[in-house]
T-cell receptor, first 108, second 115 residues
């Protein structure tokens, strides 16, 4: 079965604190994993993907195939990071499925 | 910039009506997708298409159908709208070529209310 789980619906952190948004997946093939973000009143947009191994807006995510995880991390949260974050899995035939999302709130 | 345009931002329909949601992309993308977005459930894939006239069921296709007669346009059809189809509907497209450029581009969404 293909599935993406994000255990936290809501996550609140103070500005300057570290952030970790959890994502686990189940997929028998070779996964392509992404994090998408939706800021208030904006469209969903790509934040980062695992194959690029880059840092975007200070966020990083490492694919751990042994733990089937792709957690999103940032060492120092900023107020502008407050948004809805979705982990996504691309399967064969370009099908993309999403997790339920985590709403991140950064407290000033 | 890639543009994915959904024809309506808000739509109110009555139970039993046939509803058409239209989506157009302007970047010659191969793949197009329809999702519904509900609080606590995230985005759930309804249907997707990887080529003209081709369609694949997603995770929740029941009560929906789609049409892709032209590459740039992907329509979602609710044959007989029901109240449990009240939701935000998101259309997306992707190049379909794989690699570093592969990602979803989303429309701004259509908030459908079925009364």
């Amino acid at each position: 079965a293909q599935r993406v789980t994000q255990p936290e619906k809501l996550l609140s952190v103070f500005k300057g604190a570290p952030v970790e948004l959890k994502c686990n997946y189940s997929y028998s093939g070779s996964p392509e994993l992404f994090w998408y973000v939706q800021y208030s009143r904006q469209r969903l947009q790509l934040l980062l993907r695992h194959i690029s191994r880059e840092s975007i807006k200070g966020f990083t995510a490492d694919l751990n195939k042994g733990e089937t995880s792709f957690h999103l991390k940032k060492p120092f949260a900023q107020e502008e990071d407050s948004a809805m974050y979705y982990c996504a899995l691309e399967t064969s035939y370009d099908k993309v499925i999403f997790g339920p999302g985590t709403s991140l709130s950064v407290i000033p | 910039d890639v543009k994915v345009t959904q024809s309506s931002r808000y739509l109110v329909k009555r139970t039993g009506e046939k509803v058409f949601l239209e989506c157009v992309q302007d970047m010659d993308h191969e793949n197009m997708f329809w999702y519904r977005q509900d609080p606590g459930l995230g985005l759930r894939l309804i249907y997707f298409s990887y080529d003209v006239k081709m369609k694949e069921k997603g995770d929740i296709p029941e009560g929906y159908s789609v049409s892709r007669e032209k590459k740039e346009r992907f329509s979602l059809i609710l044959e007989s709208a029901s109240t449990n189809q009240t939701s935000m509907y998101l259309c997306a497209s992707s190049p379909g070529q794989g690699g570093m450029d592969e990602k979803l581009f989303f429309g701004s969404g259509t908030q459908l209310s079925v009364l």
